[in-house]
């Protein structure tokens, strides 16, 4: 079992904000970490599992520890992923008004292959499931949306960042395998909303998953 962070890095300022993009992945860095390296996958290298390791969509509220985080993937190729294993998302921003920013994220998950599967196999939309930290569920998470009640204003309600770092950090799940336990490969279309008090920025990007053979669970045994 491994813990994956998706680690994405934003700016109002200089050219990425006019193009909607987050920060490139830099592979010239000499020490990437968490909080340098956008467009990354991150691996949990620390001893033990991080703080609250769930199989649930859920709000993290504590700054992460840059160290506990190594051997950073760009993004550009498709992250390889064992049924048990954890995915995590970290969107934080250097910005000097970071603190301030109000932000927004949305996830769609989907095959997104432009092809079937093959003949028999399960459409397994999403590796992740509609648990809680206190319910179970089996049905597939295809869709993360993180939004509260619509303020006076678009975007005023959205969460702030953790203060330590102006991140945002959720977690969002243990990977499922299909009904048959066939191979499967995703797209996870990331779009986060950024509100710094008078105008909405938009970011996006869309990672490619890929959930390989030798599984070892289905999602029933996982919500059991």
């Given amino acids: 079992m491994s813990v994956y962070l998706y680690n994405l890095i934003f700016s109002l300022s200089g050219s990425n904000y006019t193009s909607g ?15 340098n390296q956008s467009s990354a996958w991150f691996k949990y290298v620390s001893s033990g599992t991080p703080s609250s390791l769930g199989d649930y969509f ?10 506990d985080w190594a051997s950073p993937q760009d993004d550009s190729g498709s992250l390889q992923l064992d049924v048990g294993d954890y995915l ?12 301030t920013y109000r932000v927004r994220f949305t996830g769609v998950f989907g095959r997104g ?15 992740l499931v509609m648990s809680t930290p206190t319910s179970a569920s089996s049905l597939p998470r295809t869709v993360i949306d993180v939004d509260v ?3 006076s204003t678009p975007g005023s309600s959205w969460p702030g960042p953790i203060a ?21 490969d995703y797209t996870f279309n990331v779009g986060v909303s950024v509100y710094n008090g008078s105008v909405v920025y938009t970011f996006g990007k869309d990672p490619r998953l ?8 289905t999602r029933s045994e996982f919500a059991a």
């Fill in 58 to 67: 859920a709000p993290v509220t504590a700054a992460l520890t840059s160290t």
């Fill in 21 to 35: 993009r987050f920060q490139p992945y830099n592979s010239t860095l000499p020490n990437p970490t968490i909080y």
């Fill in 113 to 127: 292959l432009g092809q079937s599967a093959p003949a028999g196999a399960d459409e397994l939309q999403s590796p």
């Fill in 88 to 99: 995590m998302m970290r969107v934080s921003s250097l910005d000097v008004a970071a603190g």
């Fill in 210 to 217: 890929h959930v390989g053979m030798g599984m070892k669970g």
């Fill in 149 to 151: 009640a619509s303020g």
């Fill in 164 to 184: 330590a770092d102006n991140s945002w950090v959720n977690w969002l799940g243990a990977v499922h395998a299909p009904a048959d336990a066939a191979a499967n």
